[in-house]
């Protein structure tokens, strides 16, 4: 979307400066473990509808974490695929230990 990041690999330390705060890294991974389960979910029962669900749970908790603990915007407003990228790759590092819980 913006050619300050001319790849992830740049986006992504930009990311992580942007979810310092340990209660919003705490946030988006409950979020992210929320959209996981929602997702098995809709799948396993046929409920398609817990697919809007996911992404309310997704947004609402990391968003929380934005605008109250990191007292900024998210980056999905400006770096909406980088950001999704990121949201994963940071609860990655969270699961291997490379980003502290």
Same mark, same amino acid.
């Given at each position: ?17 942007? &979810?310092s ?6 946030? &988006? ?6 959209v +996981? ?8 029962q ?7 669900a996911? +992404? ?9 974490? &934005?605008?109250?603990?990191e ?5 999905t407003? %400006? &770096? ?17 230990? %490379?980003? %502290?819980?």
């Open positions: 979307m913006s050619n300050r990041f001319a790849s992830f690999r740049e986006f992504y330390p930009f990311y992580l400066s942007e &979810h705060n340990r209660t919003s890294r705490r946030l &988006h991974f409950i979020g992210s473990c929320g +996981l389960a929602l997702l098995a979910l809709a799948i396993a046929g409920r398609p509808w817990l697919l809007l996911a +992404l309310v749970c997704g947004y609402g908790f990391a968003w929380v974490g &934005h605008f109250f603990f007292k900024n915007r998210p980056a407003f %400006k &770096h909406p695929l980088y950001s999704f990228a990121g949201d994963w790759v940071m609860f990655k590092d969270i699961l291997t230990g %490379k980003i %502290k819980f």
